[in-house]
């Protein structure tokens, strides 16, 4: 079944603009392809794609092998705010970059609900 990336870019479009602090959101192949994204324009779309997926395969690595169980997400915290990674279904990654005034445990719940329109559009 074909992946329907116009429903993937107007879920994340939406995403990024009524959650609060959030700048960008991205979905990617385990592979590194993107899907769909909704990215600030300096920022370029097939290098972080590239760059998400390595992170998850690498974060999942640790997990397997540090005997932390199946991992759930990769969370790298800047100066200038988030990057948080999460595994959507066996074939793709959700990238949200926030701003350093993001609320961690709004941000959490909101990645959830989009994981789960994401998860539908994918299945």
């Known amino acids: 079944m074909a992946i329907n990336t116009q429903k993937l870019g107007n879920v994340l479009q939406n995403f990024v603009s009524i959650t609060s602090n959030?700048?960008?959101?991205?979905?990617?192949?385990?592979d590194g392809l993107p899907l769909a994204s909704c990215l600030p324009g300096s920022m370029d779309e097939e290098r972080v794609s590239a760059m998400s997926a390595a992170m998850l395969s690498l974060g999942e690595r640790i997990?397997?092998?540090?005997?932390?169980?199946?991992m759930d997400r990769v969370y790298i915290h800047g100066q200038e705010g988030f990057s948080i990674l999460t595994s959507c279904g066996a074939d793709a990654v959700f990238l949200v970059l926030a701003d350093k005034e993001a609320k961690q445990g709004v941000l959490m719940l909101e990645i959830k609900r989009a994981l789960t329109e994401l998860m539908l559009?994918?299945?």
């Open 22 to 30: 959030v700048q960008g959101a991205a979905m990617v192949t385990t």
């Open 63 to 70: 997990g397997r092998e540090l005997g932390r169980g199946e």
């Open 121 to 123: 559009i994918l299945s």
